[in-house]
């Protein structure tokens, strides 16, 4: 019964989800160069902003002329997490890292040009559009590498790229937030979802993505063929217990010299913060930077935070 109500509520998210593919009102923006949001505090509120202004990108993203330097040689580059949009996901963080001394790059991909929710297309092709993009980025800022940092599905994509598309020797440091590294099973729902008539082909309609993200399916056999990591890529994973949707065991890498496994109520016992709110915590985010610097790294300041309310500003 409780798997039922599950798959009732997936399934009538998914339907309620067939509006990413639909482009914003005309002239909800107008043309010329992205404009750029304030900075969020939470989720809901970077959300909320990007389905008002669709076209919003951070503040220190993709800056004309951005050049690194031998301080912080790769430039970093940010992969949204499905229904997310590089604003809704990077509102609070992208800012942080320039101000870091990082050039910072984001992207949309996977859904329609002009939704504010974006990362629902097929996986494969989402890796093949990380590629081209990473390859811009190297192209404008003369790197031989980037670093990459993704959110639930955009701490998956990149495996892919590293695995099958030649980014290992692209990719310095991969960090995933919440990441869903070996697929995920939502508590069972979804590899339900895949044997049951009727809800697969509901499933697909609206969020390709969904099914191959799915724990066991094609995608993730493909992208674990050879093992999940790469030599000479270094691998951190942040990983609440309190997430929600991904598990420790999903999000986690197999060990290895180059792989770091953080479980952030290891660092911060009170921090119990959720999937979509992770990349607005404070805590979660100072993990980041520092997995991203970690001759500067400072041990984030451990507060109380609760699942599915607003972290502390």
Known sequence: ?????????????????????????????????????????????AVLYSVAHPRAYPRGVNEPGCRPDPARPRPVVLVNGTLENVYANWSRLAPQLR???????????????????????????????????????????????????????????????????????????????????RGVHLHGVLPLMARTPGLAQVRDLVCQACADFTAGSPFMRETAEGGYTRPGVEYTTII??????????????????????????????????DHANAVYDDITLRLVRNALDPAGARPPRCHVALPLLPPQP
């Open 99 to 181: 101000s870091d001394g990082f050039c910072v790059f984001g992207f949309n991909y996977g859904g329609q040009d002009g939704s504010p929710f974006q990362q629902l297309g097929p996986m494969r092709e989402s890796g093949r559009q990380l590629a081209a993009f990473v390859d811009r980025v190297r192209a404008a800022t003369g790197a031989a590498r980037v670093d990459l940092v993704g959110h639930s599905q955009g701490g998956l994509l990149p495996l892919y790229y590293i695995n099958r598309l030649g980014g290992h020797a692209e990719v310095g440091r991969m960090v995933g937030i919440e990441p869903a590294s």
């Open 240 to 273: 609440s217990r309190t997430d929600g949707l991904v598990t420790v065991a999903e999000a986690r890498l197999p060990p290895a010299d180059n792989v770091t496994g953080v479980v952030t109520q290891d660092v911060c016992p009170a921090d119990l913060v």
């Open 1 to 45: 019964m409780r798997a039922a109500r599950l798959i009732g509520l997936v399934a009538a998210g998914l339907l309620s989800a067939a509006i990413a593919f639909l482009p914003a009102p005309a002239g909800a923006e107008p043309p010329g160069a992205p404009p750029t949001g304030p900075v969020q505090n939470n989720w809901a509120s």
